[in-house]
């Protein structure tokens, strides 16, 4: 009768136990899943003229404007942008420099010939008399990582003329840099292009591929082309740049195709007579332009990064702020840029985020 008893009452127990195995009594909840933003929106900073992106190995690394310094933000997604690591490689005073340039402009990074060059604009502080271009150089696979050491004065020889906005073109086995600049006497910005025997050395003459002509370039003063930017594609270069002064809300931004073979030939490239991107006062973006390029994570989609002002009459300063939108491709092959995408308005994150 004991036994019985004591069977009958492991048997309840082992009951209870597993009916509270079974309605999950005592057990720990299942954390509910934070949904995932599939949308960003812009401005992706508060500030930040003249934005730049370049990638490698899965990171994208982002220059801007700053005016007293050069700093690389690295991420992983540029729709994380605003939560980046800032990284200051060069400034005035710093151990690694043996110069006093101000009014830094305009930083751009590539990766040529197995390291890191920044090209960027500083004078002695005058803000624009004395602007030239100059070069940094790094040997880390990783730009925010290792020592940046300075090239010096990248300049035609013979030449010391103002300079801004240096980028690298590299076509038909061949680098060249490209550039905004004036003739001796001028404050017109027009631009140019020489031949480049490696990262920090010019070699040979100029040539002017552009100058304010068209009446969307001339407003403003001086009257400016300025930051140009290369765009390959399907075997074809174009040269996107920005043109008006920077202080009106009708910078904007235009284009050359390059129709011939030579790129130091001016007659090689033909100049688009209409603006390829302007403001949107209703979105937000006045003054639009000093744009770069990128690839969506996957690779499978074409990004423009630019900055403009949110509202009108903000000028050349710190309220211009990066944005970026996806764009298509034209039948013929040129970029179709579409217009300034609203502020504050959510749009599909790129492919691979």
């Known amino acids: 009768m004991k036994k019985s008893l004591l069977y009958l009452l492991l048997g309840l127990g082992l009951a209870t136990c597993q009916k509270n195995v079974a309605t999950g009594s005592g057990a720990t909840p299942t954390p509910t899943p934070t949904p995932?933003?599939?949308?960003?929106?812009?401005?992706?900073?508060?500030?930040?003229?003249?934005?730049?992106?370049?990638?490698?190995?899965?990171?994208?690394?982002?220059?801007?404007?700053?005016?007293?310094?050069?700093?690389?933000?690295?991420?992983?997604?540029?729709?994380?942008?605003?939560?980046?690591?800032?990284?200051?490689?060069?400034r005035p005073g710093l151990a690694t420099s043996s110069n006093s340039k101000y009014d830094v402009w305009a930083p751009e990074l590539h990766y040529l010939d197995g390291k890191w060059y920044v090209y960027y604009t500083a004078g002695p502080g005058n803000c624009c008399g004395g602007q030239r271009l100059w070069v940094l150089e790094n040997a880390s696979a990783d730009p925010?990582?290792?020592?940046?050491?300075?090239?010096?004065?990248?300049?035609?020889?013979?030449?010391?003329?103002?300079?801004?906005?240096?980028?690298?073109?590299?076509?038909?086995?061949?680098?060249y840099l490209l550039w905004s600049g004036q003739e001796a006497g001028s404050d017109q910005q027009n631009l140019y292009i020489a031949q480049m025997s490696n990262p920090w050395t010019l070699t040979g003459t100029r040539t002017q591929l552009s100058h304010p002509e068209y009446a969307w370039e001339l407003n403003g003063f001086p009257k400016v082309?300025?930051?140009?930017?290369?765009?390959?594609?399907?075997?074809?270069?174009?040269?996107?740049?920005?043109?008006?002064?920077?202080?009106?809300?009708?910078?904007?931004?235009?284009q050359l195709k390059l129709t011939g073979t030579d790129p130091l030939a001016a007659g090689a490239w033909t100049k688009s007579a209409t603006p390829v991107f302007v403001k949107n006062p209703a979105g937000g973006a006045y003054g639009p332009g000093?744009?770069?390029?990128?690839?969506?994570?996957?690779?499978?989609?074409?990004?423009l990064i630019y900055h403009a002002n949110n509202q009108a009459g903000q000028g050349c300063g710190n309220a211009r702020n990066p944005r970026m939108q996806k764009f298509t491709w034209n039948t013929d092959g040129s970029p179709n840029f579409g217009a300034p995408v609203g502020i504050n308005v959510p749009l599909a994150k790129p492919a691979g985020e």
């Open 225 to 254: 082309n300025e930051g140009p930017e290369v765009l390959q594609h399907n075997g074809q270069t174009f040269i996107i740049y920005s043109a008006s002064h920077c202080s009106t809300d009708d910078y904007a931004l235009g």
């Open 290 to 303: 000093h744009n770069g390029f990128f690839k969506s994570k996957d690779g499978s989609e074409d990004w």
């Open 36 to 90: 995932v933003s599939t949308t960003f929106m812009n401005p992706l900073l508060t500030t930040g003229p003249d934005p730049w992106v370049v990638q490698k190995d899965g990171f994208y690394y982002f220059l801007s404007t700053t005016g007293g310094d050069v700093r690389i933000l690295k991420t992983a997604k540029m729709t994380e942008l605003n939560g980046a690591p800032s990284t200051t490689i060069w």
């Open 144 to 175: 925010t990582q290792g020592t940046w050491t300075e090239k010096g004065q990248i300049a035609v020889p013979g030449q010391d003329l103002w300079a801004i906005d240096g980028t690298v073109l590299e076509q038909g086995g061949k680098r």
